[in-house]
């Protein structure tokens, strides 16, 4: 392959792409492409920081053997992937219209669906060409649509995998059986740990979570909660709810440890949290660690500060959760006051370059070992890059192994002290 610019956004990527698609003729195996259209946001939207954000997630997490990323002179980025690498390519595409969510682009459904377009190169490498160049040769002008829709089958396809898409009228079939559901039994925990060494897991906090897997089998079975990102964080505030009535029970509140929930600002500002803090015991053992999305953050900053004052006023805290390696340089941990940072854990950090590994854990220094959170944590290898970055705080399903096999130690040698006696 030819070398990429990896962070260069001017137009010679133009002529560095028409290169790449005579190569790519004779690789095609198994790719895919995806082409991300910020030429269609406002202008203020798409100025060359903003574009240097967009792509900086393809950056940091896309190998150079899994894909490459073009930018056009127009701001479009076309990433080429393979499609082993297709998973990581979507969780970017949502960052990417997370960040952007404020553009009008994204209030008209028609529009919204076109920001991003498919491509099958392996299937349809010709028309995948074509549309291209097309878009290469006057990059101002509109491309034709059919160019970059992918075959109708597929598209047919791809919804049955994913599911019934998530609709007002399908919002309010989950809403009405929400109202009938018993969620303790989706309720699940999990642990946020000290990892030192050889050391016994030290846990620190609890997360209380409602699984949305479990719960779209349980309430609706089929339906895709996530299709529709605005629908879906209204269900997030139904769930909302409903965890704390859950935080509200009599075998929560006999638990010492602090409890983490995942909340809206809407929800803590709400008069149903309202009832819920005054219907609290004044001698409660535990507190509450409130966890908060960017996006969500974001939208409303005078709602956060408000929120945060009145959350640490309170003697309970505030986690930004869900931070990845591309937002590092997003945003300012410090100047928002949180309480606790979690970044999320990818199987590709221990492949970062050397500047991304340096930003990270100058990340963590930053934050503080004893408030950043390196989550789902799924292997040990998780956790040796954890500590080698600064981490000691980890949260994830290897977590839980431990945690359980440090119960049965103790457990084991409980039993074994008694039949001594």
Same mark, same amino acid.
């Given at each position: ?14 002529e ?10 004779a690789h ?38 899994d ?17 082993e ?14 960040l ?33 160049r ?20 597929e598209?047919? /396809? ?9 609709? @007002? *009228?399908?919002?309010?079939? +989950? $809403? &009405?059986? =929400? ?11 999990q ?25 779209r ?14 629908l ?9 709810q ?20 995942n ?20 001698? /409660? ?6 966890e908060l999305?960017? @996006? *969500?953050?974001?939208?409303? +900053? $005078? &709602?956060? =500060? ?9 003697g ?7 931070l ?86 103790? /457990?084991?040698?409980l ?7």
């Amino acid at each position: 392959m030819p070398t990429i610019p990896r962070n260069d956004t001017r137009s010679g990527d133009d002529e560095l792409l028409l290169s790449y698609l005579v190569h790519l003729s004779a690789h095609r195996t198994g790719r895919r492409a995806v082409l991300i259209r910020l030429s269609r946001l406002l202008p203020h939207n798409r100025r060359s920081h903003h574009v240097r954000t967009a792509i900086s997630g393809f950056e940091t997490r896309l190998s150079r053997r899994d894909g490459q990323f073009f930018v056009l002179g127009s701001s479009d980025v076309l990433v080429v992937y393979r499609s082993e690498a297709h998973a990581i390519i979507e969780e970017e595409i949502r960052r990417v219209r997370y960040l952007f969510s404020d553009d009008p682009l994204f209030q008209d459904n028609d529009s919204r669906d076109s920001f991003t377009v498919l491509y099958n190169i392996d299937a349809a490498f010709g028309p995948f060409v074509d549309a291209i160049r097309s878009a290469l040769r006057d990059t101002t002008e509109k491309p034709n649509e059919a160019d970059f829709l992918p075959d109708a089958r597929e598209r047919i /396809r791809d919804r049955q995998l994913r599911g019934e898409a998530l609709t @007002p *009228d399908v919002l309010a079939k +989950i $809403e &009405a059986a =929400l109202a009938q559901t018993d969620l303790s039994s989706l309720a699940h925990q999990q642990t946020v740990c000290v990892l030192n060494g050889q050391q016994s897991p030290a846990p620190r906090f609890r997360e209380l979570y409602i699984s949305i897997s479990d719960l779209r089998d349980a309430v609706l079975p089929g339906a895709d909660f996530t299709a529709n990102p605005w629908l879906f964080r209204h269900l997030t505030k139904t769930l909302d709810q409903r965890v704390l009535s859950l935080l509200s029970m009599p075998e929560q509140a006999g638990n010492t440890r602090d409890i983490s929930i995942n909340i809206n600002i809407s929800t803590l500002i709400s008069e149903e949290f309202r009832k819920f803090e005054n219907g609290l015991n004044a001698s /409660r053992p535990n507190a509450f660690i409130f966890e908060l999305q960017a @996006p *969500d953050i974001f939208s409303d +900053i $005078e &709602a956060y =500060l408000f929120v945060r004052d009145h959350v640490q006023n309170k003697g309970w805290r505030i986690c930004l959760d869900g931070l990845t390696c591309a937002d590092i340089d997003l945003y300012d941990v410090r100047g928002l006051g949180v309480d606790l940072v979690k970044i999320v854990w990818d199987q590709r950090m221990p492949a970062l370059v050397v500047d991304a590994r340096e930003r990270l854990a100058a990340m963590v220094r930053e934050i503080g070992s004893s408030r950043a959170v390196l989550c789902r944590v799924d292997s040990r290898v998780a956790v040796d890059f954890g500590h080698a970055i600064g981490f000691s705080m980890f949260q994830g399903r290897y977590v839980e192994q431990l945690v359980s096999q440090d119960a049965r130690r103790r /457990r084991l040698s409980l039993e074994r002290d008694r039949a001594i006696r």
